[in-house]
Each structure stands twice: as C-alpha cells, then as structure tokens.
C-alpha cells in the first residue's frame, strides 16, 4: 500500500503544470573537516596537534523554482536556494584541536596538619594547555538546476547547484599553572605551605570562513493535499575554503605571556537529509 502511494505522489513530481515552485524545509547536516593549533607559553612550553571533527546540527531552507524549461529530456528547472545551520553540536563531545594533560578546574589541597609543607606543583589536577574549537551558526546559499530523473516508477529529482557558503569559528586557548616557592623535604621537592597559586592564561578570537563547491541532491515527492507537496531528500556537498583559514592571537596574566594558533583544512564535507514542504499552486 504504501509502495502505491509513494509511487503515485513520486510521479507527481514531475507535473509540468506547476510554475514557480516555493518551498520551505527542514533537514540535519553532517559535516566533516579537520583543524590543526599550536599553543605555546613561557609557563609550559610548546604544543601543537591537530584532529578531525565529525558534526552534526539542524538546517532550515528556502527555494524557489523555476517552470519546466522548454521541451527538453528531464524536464529541468532553474532553482535558487539558501539554507542556515545552527552551531554544530560535535558528536563525540569534544571540541580540542590540541591538548597538554587536562586544563580545568585547579584545586589546591594543602596537606594535612602537622605537615610543614603542600604537595608540589607537579602532582596538581586541572594543568595544561589548550586551544578549543567552538563552531558556530553557517549559512549557504547558490544556484542550480534540477531534472527528472524516472527510475523503477518513481521520479526522482536530481538537483546538483554551486554554492557559496559561510561559517562562523570561536577558537578558546587556555593556559593553567601552578607555581610555588619550593623546598626539599625528606629528600623530595615540595612547596612551602600557603605559597602554591594558579597561573591562568585565557584568551578567545573568532574567525569566518568562506568556501565554495559543488552540492548534489536527490528528492521524491511522498505526499500532497491540496496545493501543498511533501517530500524527502538526500544531498551531498563538498566545499573548499578560499582566503585565510589561520588565526593567530595572545594572552597575558602579569609577567606571563602565550601564544596561540590555529588552522583549518582547505577541504570540509557532509551530507544532509531532510523534508521538503513545496507550494504548486491549486
């Protein structure tokens, strides 16, 4: 039963009555892309790295299409469309580019009455250093053209477009450090009770990045009433990234400095599926 309703409504995708067809959807990306950082500072010393990040998060779209052009095989028609993501949500919950132990929360705990001095520096959670990666809302926009493609009863339509697309970065470094006046006791370094303090390095700096390239989508028509269609879609895209994809910025707590640096790769891809709601008029 449903194969008959998919197969009725998926013909009905390629009425050449519609005109201007506008549409609103809805849909999820997932999207791939890899950064590289560096966080270097007079309290710990030099670190670099860089890690692939997998993402997903939610769309919203809008397009107008153009009437069937002319008489010609697939019955193609001109088609505008943009579409806005709201900020990734990083699926494995981490959101690092690079990573020196664990810098969170420091917690000095003195040791106990009567000893005479605190556990020495080394031997402190929360150290380290960092450059975070916050990825924000993006948005796209291009121009494409979509055919009819007729495939086991069903008519597809196969949309490939040009876009311009853009996107919004939040890098974070973050230096910490525990420091104290040091003593020998029992033959091992420790601190002099009361002197252990938190050196705390942090400093952000947002950058937007700019690509273009190619995305290929694939629709079939599931539903209508009335005036109004439904249907599902599948897309593809990959996107390169054009101008500058570096950031490079400091921080400074007193006589204490670092410096942090951070680089995309030129190359980002995904997938999108999502419903389509369309207007064909009465």
Request: hydrophobic letters at 40%.
């Amino acid at each position: 039963m449903l194969a008959a309703v998919l197969l009725v409504h998926g013909r009905a995708a390629g009425d050449e009555s519609a005109g201007w067809i506008p549409s609103l959807a809805i849909g999820a990306d997932v999207q791939t892309g890899t950064a590289s950082a560096t966080v270097a500072s007079s309290l710990r010393g030099e670190f670099d790295g860089g890690r692939s990040f997998v993402s997903g998060n939610p769309t919203l779209r809008g397009e107008l299409m153009s009437p069937v052009i002319g008489e010609v095989p697939g019955r193609p028609r001109l088609f505008a469309h943009a579409g806005w993501q709201w900020g990734w949500t990083v699926l494995d919950e981490e959101r690092f580019v690079v990573k020196e132990l664990n810098p969170s929360q420091v917690v000095i705990e003195p040791s106990p009455f009567p000893a005479v001095a605190d556990t020495p520096p080394k031997l402190v959670d929360g150290q380290g250093s960092e450059v975070d990666l916050e990825i924000r809302n993006g948005w796209y926009t291009g121009l494409g053209i979509a055919f009819h493609v007729p495939l086991a009863g069903f008519d597809f339509l196969l949309k490939p477009s040009a876009d311009y697309y853009q996107q919004s970065l939040r890098y974070q470094g973050t230096v910490l450090n525990v420091t104290c006046q040091v003593i020998i006791n029992l033959n091992k370094p420790r601190c002099v009770k009361g002197t252990q303090a938190i050196q705390d390095i942090g400093r952000s700096d947002d950058s937007t990045l700019h690509a273009l390239g190619p995305r290929l989508g694939v629709e079939l028509e599931v539903g209508q009433r009335g005036p109004l269609s439904f249907a599902l879609f599948a897309e593809g895209f990959v996107y390169w990234i054009v101008g500058d994809r570096s950031v490079r910025f400091e921080g400074q707590s007193g006589g204490d400095t670092a410096t942090f640096s951070a680089k995309t790769d030129s190359l980002m891809g995904g997938g999108s599926v999502g419903m389509r709601m369309s207007w064909r008029g009465q």
